[in-house]
């Protein structure tokens, strides 16, 4: 790629180099780039101007056959899983590195996939792509077995070995990071992976896929198939030489790939699925300006295509209307969709036009519904040239209410009053979901009370989104089971096996 303006500031630095941009579309098996076997291919289309980006190989379970022979392969040579920890985490520290140093091309791909504003991925995805490859290289040789207290006859030995090969499917609202928060670990405990990315988003997972090779991962040890989910999806869930899946999507597609394990080979299947997170607003908030604002990043950031987005704000209702009056300033002064490539945007537009529909469907449903509509609910002026929906509220909200019981995955918050914790407890467990959640209180007894008694993997206090790579990222109920990021994801790529040693009377 070459770009004319050097100013990475500007859009029109931005602009210069998209107009160069020749990703890769192939795909990556066995240490190489080849063509689908069936010679086809899919489209996948710029967000923001209906244009064709990319005519992308479309792999089918022909390729998913040999990606995971290629895997296999390389797992039983031992080029990956058997090498010295130290090596390993040589190889991974030099990805993070490499991904380091292609962050304006990993950033582009992603932006004209997806829509997300350049300045997010700038700003956020690729930094934590990055930390996401350091923090998994460093638990390399962390990973311990343990010796059991026997008796004198026997020495009984723990180990951890690699599961040999798992297959990841990823979505498209963060196609690098949720990549990277799959394989990373994966290879980091020594297995070989086959990779199925969203096919709204294919691009970023080739470039990524050349950089690991650079960077040393052998050949077969990590291979990218790109195609449809209902079938390279598919059949790499039924794969029977698959040892586990790990997935993150829709509860829907989960589900499924818990289904594809029992009909298949029994493997192991992590998940990480949808969310319909609230915050709870206390009527002791301490500081309303700073929840108002955490409330409306929580729903507006990546245009609300955020798994952990939090959709639900239920406010102490003697707050309500104040807060419905902040949330409008906050967000029009922080939220103005526009050209992901202008690193002066904040809001990009939806993945497809088919999400558009989806959720200006929900945008009805909330009006028919009785919902008050306080904030946008409509396509923005001006931008019908691409997928936007504007940054949208709703107050008075019902828990009961389609709007505040479906996962939307849209820039749609709906406020929802209630009268005490023990009422807002209630509706904040309401739901199918159970991913996340924040508490806003002075008062600590309540925030921990509180905390004890929402069920999600995650709960705030006095913040939104906060975390670092230390923090299991995952649900409770249909969020799914699994959990990213931190030292229990790396273990769960990892399998125990007793070695237990008779030694003798
Ligand atoms: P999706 O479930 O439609 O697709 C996810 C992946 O599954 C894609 O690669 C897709 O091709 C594949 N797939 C689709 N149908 C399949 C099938 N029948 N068999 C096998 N594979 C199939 O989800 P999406 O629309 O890409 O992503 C949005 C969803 O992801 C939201 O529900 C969001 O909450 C969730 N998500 C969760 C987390 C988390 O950590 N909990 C993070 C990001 C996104």
């Given at each position: 790629?070459?770009?004319?303006?050097?100013?990475?500031?500007?859009?029109?630095?931005?602009?210069?180099?998209?107009?160069?941009?020749?990703?890769?579309?192939?795909?990556?098996?066995?240490?190489?780039?080849?063509?689908?076997?069936?010679?086809?291919?899919?489209?996948?289309?710029?967000?923001?101007?209906?244009?064709?980006?990319?005519?992308?190989?479309?792999?089918?379970?022909?390729?998913?056959?040999?990606?995971?022979?290629?895997?296999?392969?390389?797992?039983?040579?031992?080029?990956?899983?058997?090498?010295?920890?130290?090596?390993?985490?040589?190889?991974?520290?030099?990805?993070?590195?490499?991904?380091?140093?292609?962050?304006?091309?990993?950033?582009?791909?992603?932006?004209?996939?997806?829509?997300?504003?350049?300045?997010?991925?700038?700003?956020?995805?690729?930094?934590?792509?990055?930390?996401?490859?350091?923090?998994?290289?460093?638990?390399?040789?962390?990973?311990?077995?343990?010796?059991?207290?026997?008796?004198?006859?026997?020495?009984?030995?723990?180990?951890?070995?690699?599961?040999?090969?798992?297959?990841?499917v990823v979505p498209w609202n963060y196609?690098?990071?949720m990549?990277?928060?799959?394989?990373?670990?994966?290879?980091?405990?020594?297995?070989?992976?086959?990779?199925?990315?969203a096919?709204?988003?294919?691009?970023?997972?080739?470039?990524?896929?050349?950089?690991?090779?650079?960077?040393?991962?052998?050949?077969?040890?990590?291979?990218?198939?790109?195609?449809?989910?209902?079938?390279?999806?598919?059949?790499?869930?039924?794969?029977?030489?698959?040892?586990?899946?790990?997935f993150t999507g829709s509860t829907e597609v989960g589900k499924l790939m818990?289904?594809?394990?029992?009909?298949?080979?029994?493997?192991?299947?992590?998940t990480e699925c949808g969310g319909k997170s609230p915050?709870?607003?206390?009527?002791?908030?301490?500081?309303?300006?700073?929840?108002?604002?955490?409330?409306?990043?929580?729903i507006?950031?990546n245009?609300g295509e955020v798994c952990c987005a939090g959709s639900r704000?239920?406010?102490?209702?003697?707050?309500?209307?104040?807060?419905?009056?902040?949330?409008?300033?906050?967000?029009?002064?922080?939220?103005?969709?526009?050209?992901?490539?202008?690193?002066?945007?904040?809001?990009?537009?939806?993945?497809?036009?088919?999400q558009?529909?989806r959720v200006?469907?929900y945008?009805?449903?909330?009006?028919?519904?009785?919902?008050?509509?306080?904030?946008?609910?409509?396509?923005?002026?001006?931008?019908?040239?691409?997928?936007?929906?504007?940054?949208?509220?709703?107050?008075?909200?019902?828990?009961?209410?389609k709007i505040a019981r479906e996962e939307i995955f849209g820039?749609v918050?709906?406020?929802?009053?209630?009268?005490?914790?023990?009422?807002?407890?209630?509706?904040?467990?309401?739901t199918i979901y159970g991913l996340a959640a924040?508490?806003?209180?002075?008062?600590?007894?309540?925030?921990?009370?509180?905390?004890?008694?929402?069920?999600a993997g995650i709960?705030?206090?006095?913040?939104?989104?906060?975390?670092?790579?230390?923090?299991?990222f995952g649900g409770y109920k249909q969020s799914g089971q699994g959990?990213d990021?931190?030292?229990?994801?790396?273990?769960?790529?990892?399998?125990?096996?007793?070695?237990?040693?008779?030694?003798?009377?």
């Amino acid at each position: 790629m070459t770009a004319t303006s050097t100013d990475r500031t500007s859009g029109q630095y931005w602009h210069d180099r998209a107009a160069s941009v020749r990703p890769e579309t192939r795909l990556f098996i066995g240490g190489r780039f080849v063509e689908a076997s069936s010679g086809g291919r899919f489209r996948t289309v710029n967000p923001a101007t209906r244009q064709v980006l990319a005519e992308v190989a479309q792999g089918t379970a022909k390729d998913v056959d040999l990606a995971v022979a290629a895997a296999r392969k390389a797992f039983r040579g031992g080029s990956w899983s058997r090498i010295k920890p130290r090596a390993r985490m040589d190889v991974l520290y030099k990805a993070a590195r490499l991904i380091e140093q292609h962050a304006d091309d990993l950033s582009l791909l992603d932006c004209m996939d997806m829509g997300k504003p350049i300045s997010e991925m700038i700003g956020i995805d690729l930094p934590a792509t990055v930390l996401t490859f350091q923090f998994f290289a460093e638990t390399i040789d962390k990973i311990e077995g343990a010796v059991t207290n026997t008796g004198p006859s026997a020495l009984h030995l723990i180990t951890r070995e690699p599961l040999g090969v798992v297959g990841c499917v990823v979505p498209w609202n963060y196609p690098l990071l949720m990549t990277a928060w799959k394989v990373a670990p994966a290879l980091a405990a020594g297995n070989s992976v086959v990779l199925k990315p969203a096919e709204q988003s294919p691009l970023s997972a080739l470039l990524l896929a050349k950089l690991l090779a650079e960077a040393g991962v052998p050949e077969g040890v990590f291979n990218v198939v790109n195609g449809h989910g209902e079938d390279a999806g598919r059949a790499l869930g039924l794969h029977m030489d698959v040892d586990k899946i790990a997935f993150t999507g829709s509860t829907e597609v989960g589900k499924l790939m818990m289904v594809y394990a029992g009909q298949s080979n029994m493997k192991r299947v992590s998940t990480e699925c949808g969310g319909k997170s609230p915050q709870i607003i206390l009527r002791d908030v301490g500081n309303l300006d700073t929840a108002v604002e955490y409330a409306v990043n929580g729903i507006f950031g990546n245009q609300g295509e955020v798994c952990c987005a939090g959709s639900r704000l239920l406010v102490h209702e003697t707050l309500a209307d104040d807060f419905v009056e902040r949330f409008r300033a906050k967000a029009a002064e922080s939220f103005r969709p526009g050209d992901p490539l202008d690193p002066s945007t904040t809001m990009g537009p939806l993945v497809t036009e088919e999400q558009q529909k989806r959720v200006l469907g929900y945008i009805e449903s909330g009006k028919s519904d009785g919902a008050k509509l306080v904030l946008g609910g409509a396509v923005p002026v001006g931008l019908d040239r691409g997928f936007y929906v504007a940054p949208t509220l709703f107050a008075g909200v019902k828990s009961s209410m389609k709007i505040a019981r479906e996962e939307i995955f849209g820039p749609v918050g709906a406020v929802i009053p209630f009268r005490d914790p023990a009422e807002a407890t209630r509706i904040a467990n309401d739901t199918i979901y159970g991913l996340a959640a924040s508490i806003w209180t002075s008062d600590l007894t309540t925030a921990h009370k509180l905390a004890r008694d929402v069920e999600a993997g995650i709960v705030w206090v006095n913040c939104y989104d906060h975390g670092d790579m230390t923090m299991p990222f995952g649900g409770y109920k249909q969020s799914g089971q699994g959990r990213d990021k931190c030292f229990e994801a790396v273990l769960a790529n990892t399998q125990t096996k007793s070695i237990w040693i008779h030694l003798g009377n």
